[in-house]
């Protein structure tokens, strides 16, 4: 099969859906991998490393889609790949099609078979595809949440972990899957007094076991009111696989709470599961509602590209062998990852919003 790697259009997205000796691995296997000149230089890899591994460099986005069956991309075609795409395609990527409906029905007007990242599931039910990322945003917020808290970038002043003699740092997060037990993992270490809101009894149980700075509760809506009110940090990790995230948090919630705090959503590429948090880039990426800080980058692992590419490619290759196969669509985890085939919505999720 044929296979290209476009160069990522997203602003400021660095990363590269397989780095070169992941296509190398493609082409061992048989397959023809084509990859956009300059794609993977954000990674840290140039075309060069590429060439050397025998894979083909084409000088233009126009020129790969031309050649390529498969399209394998990091985040969802922006207009211009649109206009590239055809029904002939295959395409692989992050897609989040729930909070982007009109992506969705230009999809469905191509005609050609979607098949996303983050719905790909293996025998135990699990999201490989996503976790890596998961893991990257989960640390990330935690990261970022700190340096939006210092005064000069507009938050309260407040040391996460504190010091002897001051008081620690109050960090709440909404979900206790890969991403948010991630995010209480880096927040922990760093001395913070951190609250996790996580349903699963078995994940509640995890997550107590990061230190004794860590609660895990039930996530009842006037326990996340009581605590997201005296938050300093507050990070949204909640999941539904391929739907929207639902509004754990309403604005008036976060009207109370103390001006200079720092939201992070990392959900907002769902939706978002805080009712003020809304899409932003990495060329802005906060905005100010009512005093709190907000931070709605939609491709938080972007900013570490090298880290990135590197765990990605590292979880799809098996993936990508899989969909050069003749019957892929039988395999339960490959077929639950299809979200748009020949102009129709299969996925679940998706069907509510057609």
């Known amino acids: 099969m044929k ?21 190398a691995e493609l082409c ?11 794609a993977g230089v954000q990674s840290g890899y140039p075309d060069a490393a590429y060439v050397s591994l025998g894979i083909n460099v084409l000088p233009d986005a126009s020129s790969l889609f031309a050649q390529a069956e498969m399209i394998v991309k990091v985040k969802e075609p922006q207009a211009a790949e649109l206009a590239l795409l055809t029904a002939r395609h295959t395409l692989f990527s992050y897609l989040h099609l729930a909070a982007e409906v009109p992506l969705m029905r230009r999809l469905q007007a191509i005609g ?33 949440g700190s340096q939006l808290l210092q005064q000069p970038q507009g938050g309260r002043g407040v040391l996460l972990g504190g010091l002897p003699g001051t008081e620690r740092g109050k960090v709440v997060i909404l979900g206790g899957g890969i991403a948010g037990s991630n995010a209480a993992l880096m927040a922990a270490s760093m001395g913070a007094d951190v609250t996790v809101f996580e349903p699963n009894r078995d994940r509640q149980q995890a997550l107590r076991g990061l230190g004794d700075n860590v609660t895990a509760r039930h996530p009842f809506a006037s326990a996340i009111h009581e ?87 590292a979880a799809l290759v098996p993936y990508i062998l899989r969909l050069t196969k003749t019957g892929w669509e039988q395999e339960a985890g490959l077929a639950a990852g299809i979200n748009v085939r020949a102009g129709e919505i299969i996925h679940p999720a998706l069907k509510k919003y057609a």
């Open 28 to 38: 061992r296997q048989g397959h023809e991998v084509f990859i956009q000149s300059g």
């Open 112 to 144: 050609l078979t979607a098949v996303a990242f983050e719905t790909v599931t293996d025998p135990q039910g699990r999201l490989p595809l996503l976790a890596p990322m998961s893991d990257i945003a989960g640390r990330l917020s935690v990261q970022i």
């Open 3 to 23: 296979i290209g790697i476009p160069k990522e259009v997203k602003t400021l997205e660095g990363r590269v859906a397989l780095i070169p000796e992941a296509a």
């Open 227 to 313: 605590a997201v009110i005296e938050a300093d940090l507050l990070i949204g990790a909640v999941l539904v696989t391929g739907d929207r995230a639902p509004h754990l948090v309403l604005a008036d919630t976060v009207r109370q709470m103390k001006s200079g705090s720092v939201i992070i959503d990392i959900s907002v590429d769902q939706g978002g599961c805080i009712e003020t948090t809304h899409p932003t880039t990495y060329a802005e990426p906060t905005y100010v509602w009512e005093g709190v800080v907000h931070f709605g980058v939609t491709n938080m692992p972007g900013a570490v590209p090298r880290t990135s590419s590197q765990a990605l490619s």
